[in-house]
C-alpha cells in the first residue's frame, strides 16, 4: 500500500465555496431517504422542476456548462436540468420521474437556467485538452461551472465571475493538489473527448474525474481509494477491460461501467428503500424426465446500457417478443441508490422476466484478487443491496477461481444469496454447467452460451446441446444454464434455439433454476 493511500484514505469536507452563490456541500441521501436505508453511493437531492433540454440542440461546450450546472443544482432539492436524447431510455425516465414522482418538467433556457442556479463562477478550460476533466472535479470543489474558453464571453455577459484558469492543467496535478478535498470512496474514469457524460455526477458528488489510459498514474489513483471504492466510468480497453479491471481488483476496487451515463445526478436524487420484482419466481415441482434450462443475458453491470437503449433496442428489453418465454436479465445493485427508478420502471414492464446481478456483484471485479478483507467488505454491502432490490443470486467472472470455495463463502454467508452463476473469463462456458457448493449453496457455472462466431455458441449446436442433455433434475446435471451475448445476440435468436428444444427442455428464470438446483440436486 502506497503512503498516499495510508494518509489520504478518508475523505475530507469540500471547501473553496465562499462568495460563489451555490455551496458546494454534498449529500449522500435525499431528505426522503434520511430515515430509511444508507446509500451506498453519493446522490443528489429529490428534483421538483426540470429545464429538459435534447441534448442534441446543445454545442459541445454548452453540454459541459450544462452538466456541470446540473450537478451543482442536484445538491438541493428544486430546480435542476435535464438531458433527453428522446431515443434512448432518457425519455423513459423522464416521463417516470413526471407522472410517478411528481415532477415537474419544462423546456428548458440555458442562461437563464445559469442565472436561476445562484451560481457565480466559472472554471476555464479548452476542448481537447485534460482540463475538461480538471475543470470538471473543480466544478463541484469550488461550487462554479466548466466554462470552455469559447463560451468565456457569454459567461461573464451573463454575470459569471472567473474563479479559477486550468487550461494548463491535468488530472495528476489535480490529484497532487485536492486529492485531500475529495471523494475516496468514489473516482470517476471518463475520457477527455467525451464533453457531457458523467460529469453532472462528478460536480454532484464532489469526486475526482480522471483518464490516463492503463498508467501508474492511474493505479496510484485506485490505490489511493478506500477498501471496496469505485470507479465509475471505464478505462482503457485496448490491451482488454482486464488491463485495468485486474489492477482495480488487486487494490480492492471495483467498477461501475457508466461513462456514456447521463443524469445520475438527477436520477440518484429518487429514493426507494425497498422495490420487489413483480413476476412471481416460485420453482416448479420437479419433473422427473425433464431437463430445466435458463436463458440469461451478459453484461448486466453496464449502467450507461441499462440507461440508454437496453430499455428501446429489439434486441434486447425493447423487443416485441419479450414475454414470449422466461428470460434472466442482469442488473447492477447500485442502481437501487443510482438510479431507483429505472430499477422500478425494469420491474414495472417485467412480464416474463427475472432479475439476477451482474458481474461481479457490487461492481465489475475478479473476486480472486480482491483483498480478503476488502472482499468481506463487499460482499456485507452486496447483500444488503440485493436485499433491497429483491435479488437473490449474482454473476461472477473470474480467472479459474471456480473451485475455490472459500472464496465462494464470502458471498453465500450472505442470507440474501441463494446462489453464484459463474462465467470463465474466457470461454463463459469454459466448465460446462459444472457445480461446486459452498455455505450449503450452488455456485453454478454456464453450460453453453450463444455468441457470434464462436464454435458450438450458434443457435443450432445451442439446441442440439440442450436437447442431449440428461433429464435428471434430481442432479445438477439435470439442469443448464445459457449465457447470450448482449453485444452479437438478440432475444430473437434466444427464441430460435427455446423453437427448437424438444418438449422434455423446460426454460425457467435463472434464480428459479439455482433454487430448484439446491433444493433438489444437493450434493
Keep these: 500500500m502506497s503512503d498516499r493511500r495510508r494518509t489520504l484514505s478518508r475523505r475530507s469536507a469540500l471547501g473553496l465555496t465562499a462568495g460563489l452563490g451555490l455551496a458546494a456541500t454534498v449529500s449522500r441521501q ?5 430515515a430509511s436505508a444508507p446509500s451506498a453511493y453519493p446522490k443528489g437531492q429529490r428534483p421538483r422542476l426540470l429545464n429538459v433540454f435534447d441534448e442534441n440542440a446543445l454545442s459541445l461546450p454548452e453540454r459541459t456548462l450544462a452538466t456541470t450546472l446540473q450537478g451543482l443544482m442536484a445538491r438541493r432539492s428544486g430546480e435542476s436540468l435535464y438531458l433527453n436524447l428522446p431515443t434512448l431510455g432518457y425519455q423513459h425516465w423522464l416521463d417516470d420521474l413526471v407522472s410517478r414522482y411528481g415532477v415537474q418538467a419544462r423546456p428548458g433556457d440555458l442562461w437563464k437556467t445559469v442565472k436561476r442556479s445562484g451560481v457565480r463562477g ?69 475520457r477527455a473527448d467525451i464533453p457531457e457524460r458523467l460529469r453532472d455526477y462528478v460536480t454532484m458528488a464532489g469526486t475526482f474525474a480522471f483518464f490516463d489510459g492503463n498508467s501508474e498514474f492511474r493505479a496510484d489513483v485506485v490505490d489511493a481509494l478506500d ?64 431437463h430445466y434450462v435458463t436463458f440469461l443475458i451478459t453484461d448486466g453491470d453496464n449502467i450507461q446500457w441499462a440507461l440508454g437503449d437496453f430499455p428501446t433496442d429489439p434486441r434486447w428489453f425493447g423487443s416485441p417478443r419479450r414475454g414470449e418465454v422466461d428470460l434472466g436479465w442482469g442488473i447492477s445493485p447500485s442502481l437501487i441508490d443510482l438510479a431507483p427508478s429505472v430499477m422500478r420502471w425494469f420491474y414495472d414492464q417485467s412480464r416474463k422476466d427475472r ?39 449474482a454473476q461472477i467472472i473470474d480467472f479459474d477461481a471456480f473451485e475455490n470455495t472459500r472464496l465462494w463463502s464470502s458471498y453465500l454467508k450472505r442470507p440474501e444469496i441463494d446462489g453464484l452463476i459463474y462465467l470463465e473469463y474466457s470461454r463463459y462456458d ?10 450449503g449453496k450452488p455456485v453454478i457455472s454456464a453450460r453453453t452460451m450463444l455468441w457470434e462466431g464462436l464454435d458450438g455458441a450458434d443457435e443450432a449446436s445451442v439446441t442440439a446441446e440442450l436437447n442431449a442433455a440428461p433429464r435428471n433434475p434430481f442432479s445438477t446435471a439435470g439442469y443448464s444454464i445459457v449465457v ?14 427455446v423453437d427448437g ?19 433438489h440436486a444437493k450434493p
Excluded: C
Design 30 to 34: 435525499s431528505p426522503s431517504a434520511a
Design 122 to 190: 466559472y472554471v476555464l478550460f479548452r476542448t481537447g485538452t485534460p482540463s475538461v476533466n480538471v475543470a470538471t472535479t473543480l466544478a463541484g470543489v469550488t461550487g462554479a461551472v466548466a466554462i470552455e474558453e469559447s463560451l468565456e464571453a457569454l459567461a461573464i455577459r451573463n454575470g459569471l465571475r472567473k474563479v479559477l484558469d486550468v487550461r494548463d492543467k491535468d488530472d495528476r496535478w489535480v490529484f497532487e493538489t485536492y486529492w485531500p478535498r475529495l471523494r475516496h470512496d468514489v473516482v470517476v474514469e471518463q
Design 227 to 290: 477498501d471496496d471504492g469505485t470507479v465509475i466510468g471505464w478505462g482503457d480497453a485496448s490491451a482488454g477491460e482486464d488491463a485495468f479491471i485486474g489492477v482495480n481488483s488487486a487494490t480492492g476496487v471495483k467498477a461501475l461501467p457508466a461513462d456514456h451515463a447521463r443524469n445520475l445526478s438527477v436520477l440518484s436524487g429518487i429514493s426507494e428503500d425497498r422495490l420487489t420484482q413483480h413476476v412471481p419466481a416460485q420453482p416448479p415441482t420437479p419433473d422427473p424426465g425433464a
Design 355 to 393: 432479475w439476477v446481478v451482474g458481474p461481479s456483484g457490487g461492481g465489475y471485479m475478479y473476486p480472486s484478487r480482491y483483498p480478503a478483507a476488502a472482499l468481506d467488505k463487499h460482499t456485507a454491502s452486496l447483500a444488503r443491496a440485493m436485499g433491497r432490490a429483491d435479488l437473490s443470486v
Design 430 to 439: 469454459g466448465l460446462k454447467g459444472k457445480v461446486v457448493w459452498s455455505e
Design 484 to 497: 447470450w451475448h448482449a453485444w452479437s445476440k438478440s432475444v430473437d435468436d434466444v427464441l430460435t434455439v
Design 501 to 519: 428444444l424438444a418438449p422434455h427442455v423446460k426454460v425457467i428464470p435463472p434464480d428459479t433454476l439455482v433454487r430448484m438446483l439446491a433444493k
